[in-house]
């Protein structure tokens, strides 16, 4: 199964799995590979640490797309790598009714300090940017490579989570000037209230509450485009690539996020397990020619070595099989542990003769 | 290394996939096994060391693995839990558990998670721990969230304490801040493959805990070293031979030029970092548990 005909009728591809699996490699060489076959495609990274640039032979990415130099014939790739500070401050400029409330937001110290802080935000503002994307129509594919799988599944929550804070009651509690929301609500608000002031401290109570009184003029707006945002991530048009290595935990992570994608509902296209070791089962024959032609000690050596590899590759065939059980008739690419890093385009590329390769 | 495991606190970090639970795990045991009450901390929804030790999931409680090693997961409902009883008393605490407008609030308000589970890792740190009953321990490791999230995890007392400018949430998560930044009382340790990425991740994370938080890296444990089992004269006997297409022979290369590359890794790894470095052998295993840990922690 070939990585282009997985994503043949698809706009937005986006990458799951735990850490250390490849997965800012495995985007970097899917929106390559399929530039290389005339596609115009941007690849999108919210890892906090800048891993995409550096493969993709750029200095840095920022929160604009650029242009990775390299020939993809009638195709191009884009890089960028997501500043979730920044995608929030033009959020709040898009929303904003007037410019009062723009700065009362920007200014608003409960705001600056958590807008960037804050891991969460993050899986959101992906989320976002990739929406915006996809509206813009400039590219005909998205690729986005998203933290580690649990943070995963917290940006999977996070516009639901979002549109159903702001249709909530303390909300609207929030959004009520002064302390007459307060007592709308009854005596035993102001006892939480005043629990929660012990427990917080006043300032930043009052802040929380200014930032959210100023932000409820563009609730509704923010709450419109978490539902469309939802509505992409489940659109037919969406692939959902689950990448992983063959280590148990790895593979343990992708079978649950595997259920998580199906039980929510969304496109799960394929897997892709990464750096499987590449010796089959039937290898072994001729052991003992090596033997003689090398001699004892190299020969022994060889031989010793090739029996701890066995044995590793025992173990990923397990874990494969493992995964592939589970996946149904999906998709399922190996590629091999390649002897060199994979850390260019070059590099991207001979990983791509697996997962844009028709054999496997 | 006997530094580090002389701290209260040490945060084992290093971006995802290098094993930083194994090595968390082995420092655990390796601090245990010198007579120190040791406590591994787990968190973000992972919990992985029970079943390291052949155990299972206990979650949010403190369980003992083996001789003097603890584990736990922190839970950070649980951990809010317990910081707005020690804060309130259990009265209020519980009127504002079962208040749905805190829990909105809570749930919504960015970064809380992260602030109570550090909390609760500060909380396990002290002397006089603040949950009734509970012993104090010599040693608190922590197996930190991936590199970018571990950052935020760091910075989420500062971000709090500056957020809130006066009352008991700007106290306490000041007092957390200056716990994590004191050298004497906080150690970090951070794991790497000799590989392209994670090294030049480690560099970038040494850069960043310096300039965001004021701390430094104590220690890199390079881990999965291959062993260099063939010398570049037999790798070029290896080319030349007849048989180079077989399974022994290529398994056999492809170890050569595998091992070389992480040689070069590590060598730039030590350049340019300002910590020591320490590395881990590659274990040849199918499975692993407590006693590869073990093989582990005497090398450490």
């Known amino acids: 199964m070939s990585a282009h005909r997985v994503l043949a009728r698809k706009q937005v591809c986006i990458c799951a799995g735990s850490g250390g699996v490849g997965k800012t490699t495995t985007s970097a060489a899917i ?13 999108l990274t919210i890892d906090p640490a800048r891993r995409l640039a550096g493969s993709l032979g750029l200095p840095e990415l920022g929160n604009e797309e650029r242009l990775v130099p390299g020939d993809f014939g009638d195709g191009e790739l884009w890089a960028m790598m997501l500043d979730a ?35 969460g935000s993050q899986e959101y503002m992906a989320m976002e940017k990739l929406y915006e994307l996809h509206q813009e129509g400039r590219y005909d594919l998205l690729v986005l490579d998203t933290p580690p799988s649990r943070n995963a599944l917290d940006f999977l929550d996070a516009p639901r989570r979002l549109s159903s804070f702001i249709d909530s009651r303390s909300f609207q509690l929030f959004t009520v000037p002064g302390r007459l929301g307060l007592r709308v609500l009854g005596r ?12 917080t401290g006043i300032n930043l109570l009052q802040d929380l509450s200014e930032f959210f009184r100023s932000f409820s003029g563009m609730a509704e707006g923010f709450r419109e485009r978490a539902d469309r945002v939802n509505a992409l991530l489940a659109d037919s048009r969406t692939a959902f690539l689950l990448v992983t290595s063959p280590d148990a935990a790895a593979v343990d992570e992708a079978i649950f996020f595997h259920h998580r994608l199906l039980d929510t509902g969304l496109p799960f296209a394929g897997a892709v397990v990464n750096r499987v070791n590449p010796l089959a089962a039937a290898d072994g024959s001729g052991d003992g020619e090596v033997a003689e032609l090398l001699g004892d000690v190299l020969g022994r050596k060889v031989l010793r070595n090739l029996e701890d590899y066995r044995l590793l590759a025992a173990r990923d065939r397990d874990s494969v099989k493992r995964l592939r059980s589970t996946l149904g008739r999906k998709p399922m690419i190996c590629v091999p542990e390649l002897d060199d890093d994979v850390h260019d385009l070059a590099g991207l590329e001979r990983m791509n003769e697996y997962l844009f390769g028709e054999g496997t | 290394m006997p530094e580090l495991l002389d701290k209260s606190l040490l945060l084992v970090t ?7 639970t194994t090595v968390a795990a082995a420092l655990g045991l390796k601090a245990a096994g010198e007579g120190r009450r040791t406590i591994v901390c787990e968190v973000a929804e992972q919990e992985r060391l029970p079943t390291l030790f052949g155990g299972t999931q206990a979650g949010h409680h403190e369980r003992e693995l083996a001789p003097g090693l603890f584990g736990i997961s922190i839970d950070p409902e649980r951990a809010k839990e317990e910081w707005l009883r020690y804060q309130l008393g259990s009265a209020l605490a519980g009127l504002l558990g079962h208040s749905r407008i805190f829990q909105y609030l809570t749930a919504a308000a960015p970064g809380l998670t992260e602030l109570v589970t550090v909390g609760k890792v500060w909380e396990l740190a002290q002397l006089q721990r603040k949950t009734a009953k509970a012993s104090p321990y010599d040693l608190v490791i922590v197996d930190s969230p991936a590199t970018g999230h571990g950052v935020a995890m760091l910075r989420a007392p500062r971000t709090f304490s500056e957020v809130a400018r006066v009352g008991p949430i700007h106290r306490q998560a000041a007092t957390i801040h200056r716990f994590l930044t004191d050298p004497a009382a906080t150690g970090v340790l951070t794991v790497a493959l000799p590989e392209e990425m994670p090294v030049t991740e480690t560099l970038e994370l040494g850069g960043r805990l310096r300039e965001e938080m004021g701390m430094r890296i104590d220690r890199i444990v390079v881990n999965q070293l291959l ?9 070029g006997r290896l080319e030349s031979v007849d048989g180079r297409g077989s399974p022994a022979i290529r398994a056999a290369l492809s170890e050569y030029r595998r091992a070389r590359l992480q040689r070069s890794q590590l060598r730039r790894l030590r350049r340019a970092a300002e910590a020591p470095v320490t590395t881990l052998p590659f274990l040849f295993a199918t499975d692993f548990g407590q006693r590869q840990l073990e093989a582990l922690a005497a090398r450490l």
């Open chain 2, 227 to 235: 062993p260099e089992r063939f010398s570049g004269a037999e790798a």
């Open chain 1, 188 to 199: 035993g608000t102001g006892l939480v209230f005043s629990a929660m002031q012990r427990a």
């Open chain 1, 31 to 43: 929106a390559a590979g399929m530039a290389a076959r005339g596609r115009k495609v941007v690849v």
């Open chain 2, 14 to 20: 290093g971006k995802g996939g290098v094993g930083r």
């Open chain 1, 85 to 119: 500070k920044r995608t929030f401050d033009q959020l709040i400029e898009w929303h904003a009714p007037d410019e009062e409330t723009r700065d009362a937001v920007l200014g608003n110290r409960v705001y600056q300090e958590l807008s960037n802080a804050v891991a």
